[in-house]
């Protein structure tokens, strides 16, 4: 079996050190160690799906488009000369790194889960309500309180769905408005084995649509920072032409240190296992440390309205129990 990297070492070799090695921080158990890209960030056939997809090369096809674009779309970053096509190129690999990673595998089998359990609780009461009840759905639904049974989404499914959304996704990074992040200070930006991390937006109940703050770090140096709550309802709804000119702009410069370390404290959060840096240093050991218990998670909820139930889903990066 091949094993193809989920981050790419096209990616991961940006946050190399002078040596050309990582420096990688578990969260599960503190511990650190030097790592080659080529060593971590990787499952065993990764980018074939041969299930699900009528094309199971298709995830490799895709990635291996825009990993080989990704060093001239950095240099291109770095001066600005930001023509669409190299806009295309990060938001395609952007898009990846926000979907079709292990930590949205999981999070997909999640969403999956619980949104059929609500269906077929919603189901039940609806049915019982109307006087037709389904014993049998009914004891089902005992029997998964119990414990006795539970609902499994098969994750070559969510894979091949995170695979069929990655134009899309691409599609709304190529128009939004991008901030870049200069980065001169002392403390440089870190990364993980899920890089695509966003900030929670936590319990308040706000009016709107509450921003949903995205980060890349793109090399110790530079990173990038968007918000896709911010892309007009007609865009959203428009099918993707990567021929057309990206609507969102482009613009940033150099940033406090107060910013670097927010950054680095939603990288930390959201790494599934691996917090990753150009070298060992008692800042990343400890903000690792700190926030070994993150991840993100899936939240759901389902209320009742008057034709029915509404189910809603939020992405959260919380603290695990």
Partial sequence: MQDDHYVAQTYLKHFTGPSGLLRAFRKTDGASFPCRPRDICYEPN????????????YLGEYR????LAWNFAVEALKTRSMEKRVKLDISAYWANLMVCTPTWRRMGIEIYNQDAVHFLRSTDELSRKK???DRKL??????????QIKLETEADFIRAESARGLIKYAWKLYNADWYVFENDTDTEYITSDNPASFEDQGDAVISGVPPFIRFLPVTPRLCLMCDLTKNPKTLRDTKPDFEQEPSGTVHGGL?????????NTAVA????ELVLASNDNKYVRELTEKYSKFRVEHQSARFSVPRGFLIQNRTRVVERK
């Fill in 138 to 147: 009914t004891e089902a639904i005992e029997a998964l309180d119990r414990g």
């Fill in 46 to 57: 990764g980018d074939l799906i041969p299930e699900f997809l009528s094309e199971p090369k």
């Fill in 269 to 272: 959060k959201c790494a599934e």
């Fill in 64 to 67: 291996k488009t825009f990993e």
């Fill in 255 to 263: 940033v406090a240190v107060e910013m670097v370390h927010r950054i």
């Fill in 131 to 133: 006087g037709k009840s």
